[in-house]
């Protein structure tokens, strides 16, 4: 039997038009910041209900730059959760800034008010929330609150978390800023690396229009400190014009496949995701056990992939060792030994949902679960 991968481009972007966008863009022969940048950035905007979108190179790039248009600096202590990837980090480290990690909730692996609360100080200027595997975090809105009253800034990472929507607000809208990646396995994914900030705050915008493109004010007036060379080009932006319309449709469907699952998981020793609403929008479909290694074996030779997100936390990797005063993050670290994906895209058929369903369940009764 063939392996079901734990995501399928091939599958996920089936019958799909590719060829008028792209022939579109070459007709053009404008492969730059041009009309279909501009268009999109419209469009994605609107989608996720802020006033603006700038078109980044890559979702890193939008954490970089996001912080660095709030005026993160060299120096700066920003507060992020340890369990994401070490995106954030590796932004955080890029301007030199100080990343101070705070625990996470234990059944949305989410960062809390209670743990964010905590960790301010007066070296904090400003805070990351990730809404990891498609989750938004819950307390976004008591962060936000509690950021406010400290006139922090709130960077959004919605790079697992496009369209994830909670009382009519989509991902990207709450805090100041939100980063969004359109790596090819997103749920909004281009055909090549992608990335966008939205926020309603015009002067930001401004400032990310500049650091993308050198610190320019206008062309060769360098005016911003910290400027890059980060775009989202003509022909990735046609692509994710032509998808964006299908996010919506996209997503629905990731979320029914996480409810099979965890409607058929429902009496084993597992722990599924906390939601199944509206907030969730599926980009990964993470189950917590123990005996991780049993487990993958056991899916691996009934041909099915699986993946951890994430194995190491961000204050355990090696290139960066830890802050002397940064403490323990219990759950972070617990979670990083327990959690383990399972196949969740669009275009993944019943009956290998079937397959992944019949092959966890089996794994539990042989081992007398
Ligand atoms: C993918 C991802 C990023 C980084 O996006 P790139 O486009 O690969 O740079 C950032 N944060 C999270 C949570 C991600 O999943």
């Known amino acids: 039997?063939?392996?079901?991968?734990?995501?399928?481009?091939?599958?996920?972007?089936?019958?799909?038009?590719?060829?008028?966008?792209?022939?579109?863009?070459?007709?053009?022969?404008?492969?730059?910041?041009?009309?279909?940048?501009?268009?999109?950035?419209?469009?994605?905007?609107?989608?996720?209900?802020?006033?603006?979108?700038?078109?980044?190179?890559?979702g890193t790039d939008a954490l970089e730059l996001g912080l660095r248009a709030v005026g993160v600096k060299a120096g700066d202590e920003?507060?992020?959760?340890?369990?994401?990837?070490?995106?954030?980090?590796?932004?955080?480290?890029?301007?030199?800034?100080?990343?101070?990690?705070?625990?996470?909730?234990?059944?949305?692996?989410?960062?809390?008010?209670?743990?964010?609360?905590?960790?301010?100080?007066?070296?904090?200027?400003?805070?990351?929330?990730?809404h990891l595997y498609g989750q938004l975090a819950p307390d976004l809105d008591s962060i936000v609150a509690v950021?406010?009253?400290?006139?922090?800034?709130?960077?959004?990472?919605?790079?697992?978390?496009?369209?994830a929507?909670?009382?009519?607000k989509r991902a990207g809208s709450f805090g100041t800023i939100g980063c969004f990646s359109f790596y090819p396995t997103k749920n909004l994914g281009a055909v090549g690396?992608?990335?966008?900030?939205?926020?309603?705050?015009?002067?930001?915008?401004?400032?990310?229009?500049?650091?993308?493109?050198?610190?320019?004010?206008?062309?060769?007036?360098?005016?911003?400190?910290?400027?890059?060379?980060?775009?989202?080009?003509?022909?990735?932006?046609?692509?994710?014009?032509?998808?964006?319309?299908?996010?919506d449709t996209w997503n629905a469907a990731r979320r029914d496949i996480a409810r099979r699952y965890s409607e058929a998981f429902s009496g084993l020793p597992v722990k599924c995701p906390n939601s199944l609403g509206d907030d969730y929008v599926?980009?990964?479909?993470?189950?917590?056990v123990s005996a991780r290694e049993a487990f993958r074996n056991s899916l691996q030779t009934k041909g099915i992939a699986t993946d951890i997100h994430y194995p190491i936390a961000d204050h355990l990797q090696e290139a960066y060792p830890c802050r002397p005063n940064q403490g323990p993050l219990p759950v972070s670290e617990q979670t990083c030994k327990q959690v383990v994906s399972l196949p969740c895209y669009p275009g993944l058929e019943a009956d290998k949902v079937d397959r992944v369903i019949h092959a966890v369940q089996s794994y539990f009764n042989q081992a007398g679960g």
């Open 282 to 288: 599926a980009h990964l479909y993470v189950l917590q």
């Open 193 to 247: 690396d992608g990335g966008a900030v939205v926020t309603n705050e015009p002067s930001l915008a401004a400032r990310l229009q500049g650091l993308r493109q050198y610190g320019w004010s206008s062309k060769y007036h360098v005016a911003l400190e910290g400027g890059r060379n980060s775009r989202l080009d003509e022909l990735q932006a046609a692509i994710l014009r032509a998808k964006l319309p299908l996010l």
């Open 1 to 58: 039997m063939p392996t079901i991968p734990l995501f399928s481009a091939q599958a996920a972007n089936a019958g799909l038009d590719f060829l008028s966008p792209i022939t579109r863009v070459l007709d053009s022969h404008w492969y730059i910041l041009g009309a279909e940048l501009a268009a999109f950035e419209r469009e994605f905007a609107e989608y996720c209900g802020v006033g603006h979108c700038v078109g980044l190179a890559n």
């Open 147 to 163: 950021a406010g009253k400290a006139g922090l800034p709130v960077i959004e990472d919605c790079a697992q978390a496009h369209g």
């Open 78 to 130: 920003v507060v992020l959760a340890a369990n994401a990837g070490f995106y954030g980090s590796t932004a955080v480290r890029q301007i030199g800034a100080i990343p101070l990690y705070v625990d996470v909730d234990t059944n949305t692996l989410t960062m809390t008010v209670e743990q964010l609360e905590l960790s301010l100080s007066s070296s904090t200027k400003a805070i990351i929330v990730t």
């Open 165 to 168: 929507k909670r009382n009519g």
